[in-house]
């Protein structure tokens, strides 16, 4: 079986990041240095309950604000992904999963399809969760969703502390993942049209 990983370094004026992604690392052995200590808390949760080692390193222009972090670090997983996937065979494709964190609820479902599209309602109350901005968690999701070309919906269902909301949004996509990713043995593209992105 090939090893489903992959290395990548993205560099712009705003950030520098150096990534590498192993789909099949159990989850254990993730180094993930972002500057942000929520993102981190976030990408760590993501990885453990994937099934991912993720080591990623991120320089940011964290003196204007945590926009570019946030969302180059989610740009580059997300084409991390892509790159491991290629024509994305013997994999279920489909995936959806709850999690909760105490009283919160999320739900997240994805079709790893070739086709980008996000819909995320985290409800977040607060303006930032530590030095994160809440618009930029969504944007997270959003910015994933686009360079890995899959469909990612989630729904945080209830709960009262903001942190409890994001972080069971985090662990029910990398749930989700966890069973779209999961490989077949069919070897054959999951699509009827025999080609996935079309």
Known sequence: MTARQTSLERKTSETEITLSLHL??????STIE?????????LTALSRHAGWSIQLQCKGDLPVDDHHTV???ALALGQALDRILGERRG??????????????LARAVVDLSGRPHASVSLGLERGRVGAVAAENLTHFFQSLAMTSRSAIHVDVIKGENDHHRAEAAFKALALALREALAQDG???VPSTKGVLGG
Do not use: N, V, W
């Open 34 to 42: 972002t500057g942000l200590g929520f993102l981190d808390h976030m």
């Open 71 to 73: 969302e180059d670090c």
């Open 91 to 104: 994999i279920r494709r489909f995936g959806s999963a709850y999690a909760p964190l105490d009283e919160a």
């Open 24 to 29: 099949d690392g159990a989850g254990q052995k």
């Open 186 to 188: 069919s070897g054959s």
